[in-house]
T-cell receptor, first 115, second 113 residues
């Protein structure tokens, strides 16, 4: 079946540091890939997505590239801010280009950014 | 759009009591999902609906849990009787087929004492 493996947390960085959160996946078909962010006390919010190989999703300074050859979708940001402190979830869907299919989530990575 | 609306935001109840969680999806969305989040088990998909019809309830932990979607704008998740191990944050999410990604509600934090 489908699965998502994320870098274990927690991750603690200083403001303006470079961020990488690793995500690899196992899927039988050609999934769409997502990063969600959960701020304290809130629900998950879609951060970015990519629907086919070599696509790059980007939003709010975060980027992730869909790498089929390495089955990875690593999240990166060049300079983190205190406000980026949150839990980040990598996810995949069974079918590309459809939100109707169920999402498979990774375990989440807690990021804390210190001033 | 107001987004996915869940109520209540917080619920504290005694063991053995019935608990009902409510969700209003985004208008026009045809998929609705119920998730449970705990520190130990992370995010778990409990059940999801398409056009108000349950598609997969294999994640529902046991018969004490039931979910309904009587119409396109409302769903409930019921736990009867509740137990302390049901304490968690329960999220509802909705989506529109053909557009990637879910929209989550803010969740209901359930505490069973």
């Amino acid at each position: 079946g489908n699965s998502v493996t994320q870098m274990e947390g927690p991750v603690t960085l200083s403001e303006e540091a470079f961020l990488t959160i690793n995500c690899t996946y196992t899927a039988t078909g050609y999934p769409s890939l997502f990063w969600y962010v959960q701020y304290p006390g809130e629900g998950l919010q879609l951060l970015l997505k990519a629907t086919k190989a070599d696509d790059k999703g980007s939003n709010k300074g975060f980027e992730a590239t869909y790498r089929k050859e390495t089955t990875s979708f690593h999240l990166e940001k060049g300079s983190v801010q205190v406000s980026d402190s949150a839990v980040y979830f990598c996810a995949l869907s069974d079918l590309a280009e459809t939100s109707g299919s169920r999402l498979t989530f990774g375990e989440g990575t807690q990021l804390t950014v210190n001033p | 759009d107001a987004g996915v609306i869940q109520s209540p935001r917080h619920e504290v109840t005694e063991m053995g009591q019935e608990v009902t969680l409510r969700c209003k999806p985004i208008s026009g969305h045809d998929y609705l999902f119920w998730y449970r989040q705990t520190m130990m088990r992370g995010l778990e998909l409990l059940i999801y609906f398409n056009n108000n019809v349950p598609i997969d309830d294999s994640g529902m932990p046991e018969d004490r849990f039931s979910a309904k979607m009587p119409n396109a704008s409302f769903s409930t998740l019921k736990i009867q009787p509740s137990e302390p191990r049901d304490s968690a944050v329960y999220f509802c999410a909705s989506s529109l087929a053909g557009r990637a990604g879910y929209t989550f509600g803010s969740g209901t934090r359930l505490t069973v004492v």
